[in-house]
């Protein structure tokens, strides 16, 4: 059964970098044609799609967070990792990964989420 | 960008009755649209995918409809458990996936 382990400081400053990492096991991240994603929930707030990657590494990224979001992904380590620059008090969410099976596609299964708190 | 409205925000339903709750796109998103239940502290839930097809394990009792603009999820014989807020999800417009903003369920 494939699984999904976001991780990462639950903390970080304004005008640094958020980073996070997702791990996956139960299965390969480099096995089928599977893309990889990030979503985001702020406190009360709804879903935000941030960006995917492939598993070959190609990169989509939502328009409104393009600037600033950059996903790679190690497929020797099993995972993929998030880094969003200059964050702010609006980065504030919990932060989730999750796979979609092809480019048009509904996510899942999803990892459990980490809540990161832009504060200083 | 294609914008999902959820309506009603909240829905109060009786345990054993029926909740309808709807999903409209701002444009048509063929029958590429999803469900998910969330509930307090966890991670969303893949419901239905396909505007109409159960996902693995998903009760006979959650059931979706609709295509193009217009899309329900039905609830029939409501039960304790299933007290969340559902999100809907479009998919249609790659690379640019958006969600409702959420109806949230309370069980009478």
């Known amino acids: 059964q494939l699984q999904l382990q976001e991780s990462g400081p639950g903390l970080v400053k304004p005008s640094e970098t958020l980073s996070l990492t997702c791990t996956v096991s139960?299965?390969?991240?480099?096995?089928?044609?599977?893309?990889w994603g990030w979503i985001r929930q702020p406190p009360g707030k709804g879903l935000e799609w941030i960006g995917s990657i492939y598993y070959s590494g190609s990169t989509y990224y939502n328009p409104s967070l393009k600037t600033r979001v950059t996903i790679s992904i190690d497929t020797s380590q099993n995972q993929f990792s998030l880094k969003l620059t200059s964050a702010t008090a609006a980065d504030t969410a919990v932060y989730y990964c999750a796979r979609h099976q092809s480019s048009y596609s509904w996510f899942d299964p999803w990892g459990q989420g980490t809540l990161v708190s832009v504060s200083s | 960008e294609i914008l999902m409205t959820q309506s009603p925000a909240t829905l109060s339903v009786s345990p054993g009755e029926r909740a309808t709750l709807s999903c409209r796109a701002s444009?048509?998103?063929?029958?590429?649209l999803a469900w998910y239940q969330q509930k307090p502290g966890q991670a969303p839930r893949l419901l239905i995918y396909?505007?109409?097809t159960r996902a693995t394990g998903i009760p006979a009792r959650f059931s979706g409809s609709g295509s193009g603009t217009d899309f329900t999820l039905t609830i029939s014989s409501l039960q304790s458990e299933d007290s969340a807020v559902y999100y809907c999800q479009q998919y249609n417009n790659w690379p640019l996936y958006t969600f409702g903003q959420g109806t949230k369920l309370e069980i009478k």
């Open positions: 444009e048509s998103v063929s029958s590429n």
């Open positions: 139960g299965g390969s991240i480099n096995s089928g044609s599977y893309y």
């Open positions: 396909g505007a109409s």
